[in-house]
């Protein structure tokens, strides 16, 4: 007889599969910014989906009661995640295409509390000096995986050739996953139900990532383009540059036409064209 459970975990598998299968077909691309982070990303989430689902299937384990080891498995995962989500962020949107080793270890560094709280918690040497440096690691994890989610969002909006869409998706993959997951240990007590929410966290995750792929073309439309373009008219180029919005008000101005106007500026005020210039309309 199959059970309820043994649906849900199934699911989950396939979900993780799903995630695996994207981050393979991002590692066959050529090279494309973001396309490294983006397998890590996918790798380490999709182990998230994958690992539950294989400690669940054991038949001496219980997915929930007082042993609550397995509730910490996705989110354990998803944390770790978040990390190379924020690099695909800023490299794929064009916001930093090269970011130094010894910036990308000092940001990791705080992840390394993740790993510390599971040993401590194994040898049942937690502390509450420890719990509160586990609780400001969280919230900085957590603000990466909204910066990330951020970036992807403003970045689609700003440039009209990549589709809100994606960036939506995106995000429910990063944030969507966690918020489903985070009811597991929060808020669910029977093993159905905590193998439902896992399932679903995964099939979340895995249907972020298909529809960005498929229905809003990742890493065929990406924001970087914009992006890098925009500076390289305004920062690479001899000519005066201006990059105005719908209301012509100046938003940038290049070394160029701000050495031709005598060092002038835009400031907070974002004025016009022609205010800039010294014309009307």
Known sequence: MVLPVDVFLALGLLSGG????????????????GRRSFVAFTTILGTGCVVPALVGFAPTFQLAGADATWTQLPVMFWLLSTFPWFVFAL??????????????ALAALPYLAIFLELFLSIAGLGSDLFSAVGSVVFLYIISLAIAGTYLLLQNAYSYDHVPLG???????????SLMIWNLISTQITSATAGAGAYAAGATAAAAGVAVAWHRYDLFESTPSIGTLGERALTRETDDLMFVIDDDDRVIEINETAAQALSGARTSATE???ENLLGKDS
């Open 18 to 33: 799903v995630v695996y299968w994207f981050g393979y077909r991002a590692y066959r691309l050529s090279n494309r910014l």
């Open 271 to 273: 004025p016009s064209v």
């Open 166 to 176: 994606q960036g939506s998706t995106l995000g429910l993959t990063a944030i969507g």
């Open 91 to 104: 490299r794929y949107t064009g916001t930093r295409t090269s970011i130094p080793t010894h910036v990308l």
